[in-house]
């Protein structure tokens, strides 16, 4: 299974999920490559949805933060604490953004 590559943003002004990058150029005109992951017109409100899209908005991080323990907890013989570090770090990154604290 492929998802969109990156990392994704809750935009709360636009009401969606983003990937990529986008601006104008001289002319007005958006060009980049910005995705939209998630549209939330229409969702429903309340304090939850901003909760839920930055939950949706970190799980690119959270896999990351997955597969970084895991390739670390499956290898009995590592000893190197650098790795037990790295993973920690993106972890804690992954969920402080999923939390809304980044």
């Excluded at 009995?76 to 972890?91: D, G, K, L, M």
Aim: hydrophobic share 40%; aromatic share 6%.
């Amino acid at each position: 299974m492929v998802h969109t590559p990156g990392s994704w943003r809750y935009d709360k002004e636009r009401c969606g999920i983003f990937a990529g990058e986008s601006k104008e150029d001289e002319d007005g005109l958006e060009v980049g490559n910005e995705v939209r992951i998630v549209d939330l017109y229409g969702a429903m409100g309340g304090e939850d949805t901003d909760a839920d899209a930055r939950l949706i908005a970190s799980a690119p991080d959270l896999l990351g933060g997955c597969q970084a323990a895991l390739a670390y907890l499956a290898d009995p013989a590592s000893v190197f604490p650098e790795n037990r570090e790295a993973a920690t770090q993106i972890i804690r990154a992954a969920i402080d953004k999923a939390e809304g604290r980044k």
